[in-house]
């Protein structure tokens, strides 16, 4: 049995501006098992409608934050060769390729840090929303089995589409930057590799 007790008292907790950290990484150790897959936010798309039940928003979120955590790891790769090509063109004028390829890292870096920023500003409005229904509902007095089955509420619902909008466009943002971000690693690699032998 998860431990939506532990999860709703973060929420409860939460203070506007305050950090999400803790909120966040309960969402994230969800056992995989409970989380949703990318078929799940196609069918959410197919039938425009989300889940209205804790359960189901919290396996949604995991998605998103589990796809987050992939590309960010690209993320940081990309971060690590664009230092180490301009450590090795630091004395020099880089070449054609160098040059290009730092280039290019730079464009899809900042393309990703613009989707984190989307995607910072939506999980803190998610929270927010939460936050507002668990103290409207006074949820203190429910076990984990009551609030796994836990419906939200209409209004909470309502509030909560234009953020669930946003994150779903995120995901989808994500998926579209993992082909070329590998693809950009591995061609960086290369270069790296290349100019490495010839100064050795």
């Not at 790769?77 to 090795?88: I, N, P, S, V």
Request: negative net charge.
């Amino acid at each position: 049995m998860i431990q939506y007790r532990a999860g709703i008292d973060l929420i409860q907790a939460y203070t506007q501006g305050g950090s999400l950290e803790g909120i966040l990484q309960f969402i994230s150790d969800l056992p995989e098992t409970e989380i949703a897959g990318k078929g799940f936010l196609d069918e959410v798309g197919i039938m425009e409608k989300y889940p209205d039940d804790l359960k189901g928003l919290l396996e949604f979120l995991a998605q998103i934050l589990k796809e987050r955590k992939y590309v960010s790891n690209l993320y940081n790769q990309a971060m690590d060769r664009y230092e180490k090509l301009g450590d090795l063109t630091a004395h020099r004028r880089p070449t054609d390729d160098e040059a290009k390829i730092k280039q290019t890292l730079t464009d899809y870096i900042l393309k990703l840090e613009k989707i984190f920023e989307i995607n910072d500003l939506t999980d803190e409005g998610i929270i927010k929303e939460l936050n507002r229904f668990v103290a409207e509902e006074h949820l203190e007095a429910l076990t984990d089995s009551e609030l796994e089955k836990l419906v939200i509420s209409n209004k909470t619902t309502t509030l909560l589409e234009p953020h669930l909008d946003k994150h779903r466009e995120t995901f989808y943002g994500y998926q579209k930057l993992r082909d070329p971000f590998q693809r950009l690693i591995r061609i960086s690699d290369l270069i790296i590799e290349e100019v490495t032998k010839k100064v050795s």
